[in-house]
């Protein structure tokens, strides 16, 4: 499945991307809030392996964000099963050097439309690191509320922001608010 938006193409992340996320995961701030340490190039790598196997298994999975002027490489975002929580996320990785362009939320707008409207699943979750305020706002912006917190089986504090699908969502009046 390639995506595109008016300033992104998103193709399936792949091991063509490995090396520019590397580069991405080395940032202080970004590698802080994704396990606390920068992955080197083989640990992307075998994320990216990883990554491909989550599309070969469900049809989905993690986009490369590449800006079609420039065709730039400048993150990730996509869908991500947790199986320990029955749960699909959805996740975004952005270099600094474009954080607070709107890159991201064009990008995680793109995933939600594809996760309710194609996909048909009923509810998203965004797992967070608590210091991570820029993607908090974002998750908010983007309709999803806190949940709960929880810790990750690699013992990583997160919380955990959720969404409902539109057919999902209840009205105050009590009917479906779609």
């Keep these: 499945m390639h995506l595109e938006t008016e300033r992104l193409l998103m193709p399936p992340l792949s091991g063509l ?54 065709g730039t490489f400048v993150g990730r975002t996509g869908l991500h099963p947790w199986p320990q929580w029955d749960e699909v996320e959805l996740g975004y990785v952005v270099a600094r050097r474009i954080q607070g362009r709107g890159l991201a939320t064009e990008a995680a707008r793109a995933w939600l439309d594809v996760a309710f409207r194609r996909l048909g699943l009923h509810r998203l979750t965004a797992v967070i690191h608590p210091d991570n305020a820029p993607s908090r706002a974002l998750a908010t912006r983007l309709g999803f509320r806190v949940h ?31």
């Design 148 to 178: 709960r917190n929880d810790i990750t089986p690699a013992g990583v504090p997160v919380v955990v922001y959720e969404q409902l699908a539109p057919s999902q969502r209840i009205s105050r009046a009590g009917g479906p608010d779609c």
């Design 17 to 70: 991307h490995a090396a520019a996320l590397t580069e991405v995961y080395a940032e202080p701030e970004i590698a802080r809030h994704i396990g606390g340490a920068a992955l080197d190039a083989e640990g992307t790598a075998a994320q990216v392996r990883r990554f491909e196997a989550v599309w070969r298994e469900h049809g989905f999975g993690q986009s490369a964000l590449v800006t079609r002027v420039s």
